[in-house]
Protein backbone atom coordinates (compact mmCIF):
# COMPACT_ATOMS: atom_id res chain seq x y z
CA UNK A 1 0.00 0.00 0.00
CA UNK A 2 0.94 3.32 -0.46
CA UNK A 3 1.86 5.33 2.38
CA UNK A 4 3.29 9.05 2.78
CA UNK A 5 6.44 9.14 4.32
CA UNK A 6 7.10 8.08 8.45
CA UNK A 7 9.58 6.49 10.82
CA UNK A 8 11.22 4.19 8.32
CA UNK A 9 10.91 1.59 11.97
CA UNK A 10 6.92 2.08 11.54
CA UNK A 11 6.32 1.82 7.72
CA UNK A 12 5.12 -1.69 8.33
CA UNK A 13 1.96 0.23 10.13
CA UNK A 14 2.26 3.08 7.76
CA UNK A 15 -0.78 6.45 7.76
CA UNK A 16 -4.09 6.20 8.85
CA UNK A 17 -6.67 5.73 5.72
CA UNK A 18 -7.55 9.14 6.24
CA UNK A 19 -4.52 10.60 6.53
CA UNK A 20 -3.34 9.06 3.16
CA UNK A 21 -6.83 10.00 1.08
CA UNK A 22 -6.22 14.13 2.52
CA UNK A 23 -3.27 14.07 0.89
CA UNK A 24 -5.05 13.62 -2.77
CA UNK A 25 -5.57 16.31 -4.80
CA UNK A 26 -9.13 17.94 -4.20
CA UNK A 27 -9.94 15.80 -1.50
CA UNK A 28 -10.79 17.94 1.68
CA UNK A 29 -12.33 16.72 5.25
CA UNK A 30 -15.53 16.98 4.20
CA UNK A 31 -15.15 14.33 0.84
CA UNK A 32 -12.74 12.79 2.97
CA UNK A 33 -15.01 11.78 5.46
CA UNK A 34 -17.57 10.63 3.18
CA UNK A 35 -15.22 8.52 1.17
CA UNK A 36 -14.97 6.58 4.01
CA UNK A 37 -18.27 6.00 4.87
CA UNK A 38 -18.70 5.02 1.39
CA UNK A 39 -15.79 2.26 1.21
CA UNK A 40 -17.27 1.31 4.75
CA UNK A 41 -13.07 1.87 6.05
CA UNK A 42 -12.41 3.38 9.83
CA UNK A 43 -10.95 6.51 10.09
CA UNK A 44 -8.97 4.53 12.94
CA UNK A 45 -7.68 2.45 10.16
CA UNK A 46 -3.92 2.07 9.33
CA UNK A 47 -3.24 1.22 5.38
CA UNK A 48 -1.11 -1.25 6.33
CA UNK A 49 -3.72 -3.34 8.42
CA UNK A 50 -6.14 -2.91 5.55
CA UNK A 51 -8.31 -6.40 5.20
CA UNK A 52 -8.43 -7.99 1.65
CA UNK A 53 -12.25 -6.22 1.23
CA UNK A 54 -11.25 -2.90 2.03
CA UNK A 55 -7.87 -2.74 -0.19
CA UNK A 56 -9.64 -4.09 -2.62
CA UNK A 57 -12.45 -1.32 -2.17
CA UNK A 58 -9.49 1.63 -1.75
CA UNK A 59 -7.58 0.81 -5.24
CA UNK A 60 -11.02 0.87 -7.01
CA UNK A 61 -11.47 4.05 -5.28
CA UNK A 62 -8.36 5.54 -6.48
CA UNK A 63 -8.30 3.63 -9.79
CA UNK A 64 -11.72 5.39 -10.81
CA UNK A 65 -10.83 8.59 -9.57
CA UNK A 66 -7.68 8.68 -11.93
CA UNK A 67 -9.77 7.54 -14.37
CA UNK A 68 -13.10 8.85 -14.90
CA UNK A 69 -14.09 11.20 -11.67
CA UNK A 70 -10.98 13.77 -12.23
CA UNK A 71 -10.52 15.99 -15.27
CA UNK A 72 -6.94 15.12 -17.28
CA UNK A 73 -4.26 15.74 -14.81
CA UNK A 74 -0.54 17.04 -16.03
CA UNK A 75 1.56 14.13 -16.33
CA UNK A 76 4.35 14.36 -13.05
CA UNK A 77 7.63 12.61 -13.26
CA UNK A 78 8.46 10.61 -10.50
CA UNK A 79 11.68 8.73 -9.43
CA UNK A 80 11.27 5.05 -8.24
CA UNK A 81 13.99 4.30 -5.78
CA UNK A 82 14.66 1.57 -2.92
CA UNK A 83 17.12 -1.06 -1.66
CA UNK A 84 18.16 -4.03 -3.69
CA UNK A 85 15.76 -6.07 -3.94
CA UNK A 86 12.69 -4.35 -3.31
CA UNK A 87 11.24 -4.98 -6.93
CA UNK A 88 11.84 -1.78 -8.31
CA UNK A 89 11.96 -3.38 -11.41
CA UNK A 90 8.83 -5.11 -11.44
CA UNK A 91 6.88 -2.42 -10.56
CA UNK A 92 8.56 -0.05 -13.49
CA UNK A 93 7.73 -3.05 -15.92
CA UNK A 94 3.85 -3.20 -14.53
CA UNK A 95 3.39 1.01 -15.27
CA UNK A 96 4.71 0.33 -18.89
CA UNK A 97 2.70 -2.91 -19.60
CA UNK A 98 0.00 -0.24 -18.69
CA UNK A 99 1.35 3.15 -20.65
CA UNK A 100 3.49 1.79 -22.79
CA UNK A 101 4.86 5.42 -23.54
CA UNK A 102 5.99 5.65 -20.87
CA UNK A 103 9.51 6.62 -20.34
CA UNK A 104 11.58 4.27 -17.97
CA UNK A 105 15.37 5.68 -17.76
CA UNK A 106 17.97 3.37 -18.56
CA UNK A 107 21.14 3.85 -16.47
CA UNK A 108 24.70 4.13 -17.09
CA UNK A 109 26.58 1.72 -15.22
CA UNK A 110 30.55 0.63 -14.86
CA UNK A 111 29.39 -2.67 -13.39
CA UNK A 112 29.81 -5.75 -15.48
CA UNK A 113 26.30 -7.05 -16.76
CA UNK A 114 24.96 -9.95 -15.42
CA UNK A 115 23.60 -12.96 -17.11
CA UNK A 116 21.02 -12.16 -19.62
CA UNK A 117 21.28 -8.21 -19.17
CA UNK A 118 21.27 -6.52 -22.77
CA UNK A 119 23.64 -3.23 -23.52
CA UNK A 120 21.38 -0.30 -24.07
CA UNK A 121 18.23 -2.34 -22.34
CA UNK A 122 18.72 -2.92 -19.20
CA UNK A 123 22.01 -0.56 -18.34
CA UNK A 124 24.87 1.31 -20.69
CA UNK A 125 27.77 -0.83 -19.92
CA UNK A 126 30.23 1.35 -20.27
CA UNK A 127 34.17 1.49 -19.15
CA UNK A 128 35.74 3.42 -16.11
CA UNK A 129 36.92 5.82 -18.49
CA UNK A 130 33.47 6.57 -20.63
CA UNK A 131 32.12 7.38 -17.01
CA UNK A 132 34.80 9.79 -16.25
CA UNK A 133 34.01 11.60 -19.72
CA UNK A 134 30.05 11.73 -19.37
CA UNK A 135 30.61 13.14 -16.06
CA UNK A 136 33.09 16.02 -17.03
CA UNK A 137 30.35 16.86 -19.96
CA UNK A 138 27.66 16.90 -17.90
CA UNK A 139 25.54 14.14 -19.69
CA UNK A 140 24.56 12.46 -16.50
CA UNK A 141 21.43 13.90 -14.38
CA UNK A 142 22.95 12.15 -11.77
CA UNK A 143 26.00 9.58 -10.75
CA UNK A 144 27.17 7.79 -7.69
CA UNK A 145 28.74 5.18 -6.40
CA UNK A 146 26.52 2.36 -5.33
CA UNK A 147 27.75 -0.61 -2.57
CA UNK A 148 31.24 0.57 -2.61
CA UNK A 149 32.16 -1.17 -6.17
CA UNK A 150 30.69 0.28 -9.22
CA UNK A 151 28.55 3.86 -10.23
CA UNK A 152 25.88 4.56 -11.75
CA UNK A 153 24.32 7.02 -13.20
CA UNK A 154 21.46 8.80 -15.28
CA UNK A 155 21.95 10.13 -18.92
CA UNK A 156 20.13 13.70 -18.86
CA UNK A 157 19.26 14.15 -22.46
CA UNK A 158 16.70 11.17 -22.69
CA UNK A 159 14.88 12.50 -19.78
CA UNK A 160 14.94 15.65 -20.85
CA UNK A 161 13.24 14.85 -24.21
CA UNK A 162 10.76 13.06 -22.94
CA UNK A 163 9.50 15.49 -20.58
CA UNK A 164 9.39 17.55 -23.85
CA UNK A 165 7.25 15.23 -25.63
CA UNK A 166 4.59 14.85 -22.74
CA UNK A 167 5.57 11.43 -22.22
CA UNK A 168 5.15 9.99 -18.45
CA UNK A 169 8.65 9.44 -17.04
CA UNK A 170 9.55 6.87 -14.10
CA UNK A 171 13.53 7.02 -13.51
CA UNK A 172 14.17 4.19 -12.00
CA UNK A 173 17.78 5.24 -9.56
CA UNK A 174 19.41 4.56 -6.57
CA UNK A 175 18.34 6.43 -3.17
CA UNK A 176 21.89 8.87 -3.67
CA UNK A 177 20.62 9.75 -6.61
CA UNK A 178 17.21 10.79 -6.21
CA UNK A 179 18.13 13.25 -3.72
CA UNK A 180 20.70 14.65 -6.46
CA UNK A 181 17.50 14.43 -9.14
CA UNK A 182 15.40 16.53 -6.54
CA UNK A 183 17.66 19.30 -6.41
CA UNK A 184 18.05 19.45 -10.58
CA UNK A 185 14.21 19.00 -11.13
CA UNK A 186 12.56 20.40 -8.13
CA UNK A 187 8.80 19.40 -10.22
CA UNK A 188 9.98 15.56 -9.94
CA UNK A 189 8.13 13.34 -7.34
CA UNK A 190 9.98 11.47 -5.63
CA UNK A 191 8.66 7.76 -4.74
CA UNK A 192 10.23 5.39 -2.14
CA UNK A 193 9.59 1.56 -2.54
CA UNK A 194 9.37 -0.19 0.73
CA UNK A 195 9.66 -4.08 0.94
CA UNK A 196 7.01 -5.64 3.32
CA UNK A 197 9.38 -6.20 6.05
CA UNK A 198 13.17 -6.60 6.30
CA UNK A 199 13.27 -10.35 6.85
CA UNK A 200 11.34 -10.01 3.27
CA UNK A 201 14.18 -7.72 2.23
CA UNK A 202 16.35 -10.23 3.16
CA UNK A 203 14.86 -13.11 1.79
CA UNK A 204 14.11 -11.70 -1.85
CA UNK A 205 17.93 -10.61 -1.89
CA UNK A 206 18.87 -14.54 -1.44
CA UNK A 207 16.51 -15.49 -3.58
CA UNK A 208 17.99 -13.38 -6.69
CA UNK A 209 21.12 -15.64 -7.13
CA UNK A 210 22.73 -12.67 -8.70
CA UNK A 211 25.08 -11.97 -5.60
CA UNK A 212 27.42 -14.41 -3.75
CA UNK A 213 26.94 -13.72 0.48
CA UNK A 214 29.61 -10.89 0.65
CA UNK A 215 28.05 -8.82 -2.06
CA UNK A 216 24.68 -9.71 -0.16
CA UNK A 217 26.02 -8.48 3.13
CA UNK A 218 26.93 -5.36 1.52
CA UNK A 219 23.94 -4.51 -0.54
CA UNK A 220 21.69 -5.28 3.00
CA UNK A 221 24.15 -2.68 4.43
CA UNK A 222 23.25 -0.51 2.54
CA UNK A 223 19.84 -1.47 2.55
CA UNK A 224 19.89 -0.15 6.20
CA UNK A 225 21.32 3.22 5.49
CA UNK A 226 18.81 3.77 2.75
CA UNK A 227 15.79 2.95 4.66
CA UNK A 228 16.93 5.37 7.64
CA UNK A 229 16.23 8.29 4.19
CA UNK A 230 12.97 7.15 3.30
CA UNK A 231 11.64 10.23 5.10
CA UNK A 232 13.03 12.65 2.78
CA UNK A 233 11.15 11.21 0.11
CA UNK A 234 7.84 12.53 -0.91
CA UNK A 235 5.36 9.62 -0.88
CA UNK A 236 6.20 6.12 0.34
CA UNK A 237 4.82 3.20 -1.28
CA UNK A 238 5.11 -0.49 0.50
CA UNK A 239 5.51 -3.18 -2.23
CA UNK A 240 3.83 -6.05 -0.41
CA UNK A 241 1.15 -6.93 -3.76
CA UNK A 242 3.01 -5.93 -6.73
CA UNK A 243 -0.33 -5.28 -8.80
CA UNK A 244 -1.37 -2.66 -6.11
CA UNK A 245 2.12 -0.86 -6.29
CA UNK A 246 1.99 -0.74 -9.88
CA UNK A 247 -1.86 1.23 -9.35
CA UNK A 248 -0.68 3.80 -6.98
CA UNK A 249 2.60 4.38 -8.40
CA UNK A 250 0.37 5.28 -11.43
CA UNK A 251 -1.73 7.79 -9.59
CA UNK A 252 1.21 9.50 -8.25
CA UNK A 253 2.52 9.72 -12.33
CA UNK A 254 -1.40 11.29 -12.75
CA UNK A 255 -2.07 8.50 -15.44
CA UNK A 256 -5.37 6.91 -16.19
CA UNK A 257 -6.13 3.59 -15.42
CA UNK A 258 -9.33 2.69 -17.43
Partial sequence: MAVAC?????????????????CLRGLGAGKVARTLEVL???????LGFLGSR???ELVGFLTERAGHTDPPRTLIPI????????????VASGVRAHRPDTFVSVSATTRPPRPGEIDGEHYFFVSEAEFDRMVSDSELLEWALVHGEHRYGTPRQPVDDAIDADKP????????????????????????????SWDALVDRLAGRGTEDEDQQRRRLTT????????????VCVVNDDVSDAVHFVLELMGISQE
Avoid: W
Wanted: neutral net charge; proline residues 8%; aromatic residues 6%.
Fill in 6 to 22: ADPSSFEAGLRVPEFLS
Fill in 40 to 46: AISDRKR
Fill in 54 to 56: QRK
Fill in 79 to 90: VLAGPSGVGKGT
Fill in 169 to 196: VLLEIDVQGAMSVKQAMPEIRLVFLLPP
Fill in 223 to 234: AEHELSLANRFD
